[in-house]
């Protein structure tokens, strides 16, 4: 079976930096991705790893490790306006689209 | 208009009532998909259509029905719903369907449930 780990809530100062962990198990593995959840909002698409490394796109960056099952979002210089969920997401096995989503991540960024 | 479309957004319903939630993209997408968004739980996959047909029922109860009668719209029809049932419905399309490697899916702002 697949299984997500992240933690529930996190808190952070505005224009600091905060990592959101995440853990998974799957069967097999075709990508990690990332998707934010203002309260009352769509989810939306951040980032998508396939191989290993770092993905930086402005002030968020991704990070997978395929051999320890973990990755990492990044986010610098916060501003009030990231408050929101963050949710990790892997596909099981082969299945490519058919993406399972973490619990989410509450981040609430204070001033 | 842009995106995906869902209406309503707000639903409240008695367990007797039968009821519709209507989805629909305007990105030229091949995939469509229901998620439900319970309070303290993970996004739930309910049921994915690739190309109009139907590829995924996920363990779903038989009182929630999808239709998906082409590409651009997708509905779910609700009926003699129960209370656990209350949550966030939400629909997304993807530009490939479950079986490519495409992870970039696209929300809709969700129809909030309510069964009384």
């Known amino acids: 079976g697949q299984n997500i780990d992240q933690p529930t809530e996190m808190t952070a100062t505005e224009g600091a930096i905060v990592q959101i962990n995440c853990t998974y198990q799957t069967s097999g593995f075709y990508g990690l991705s990332w998707y934010q959840q203002h309260d009352g909002g769509a989810p939306t698409f951040l980032s998508y790893n396939a191989l290993d490394g770092l993905e930086e796109t402005g002030r968020f960056s991704s990070f997978l490790s395929r051999s320890d099952s973990y990755g990492y979002l990044l986010l610098q210089e916060l501003q009030m306006k990231d408050s929101a969920s963050y949710f990790c997401?892997?596909?099981?096995?082969?299945?490519?689209?058919?993406?399972?989503f973490g619990q989410g991540t509450e981040l609430s960024v204070k001033p | 208009e842009t995106g995906v479309t869902q209406t309503p957004r707000h639903l409240v319903m008695g367990m007797t009532n039968k009821k519709s939630l209507k989805c629909e993209q305007h990105l030229g997408h091949n995939a469509m998909y229901w998620y439900k968004q319970s309070a303290k739980k993970p996004l739930e996959l309910m049921f994915v259509y690739s190309l109009e047909e139907r590829v995924e029922n996920n363990s779903v109860p038989s009182r929630f029905s999808p239709e998906c009668p082409n590409s651009s719209h997708l509905f779910l029809h609700l009926h003699t719903l129960q209370p656990e049932d209350s949550a966030l419905y939400l629909c997304?399309?993807?530009?490939?369907?479950?079986?490519?490697?495409?992870?970039?899916?696209?929300f809709g702002a969700g129809s909030r449930l309510t069964v009384l």
């Open positions: 997304a399309s993807s530009q490939d369907g479950p079986s490519s490697g495409a992870n970039v899916l696209t």
């Open positions: 997401a892997v596909p099981p096995g082969n299945q490519g689209g058919k993406l399972i």
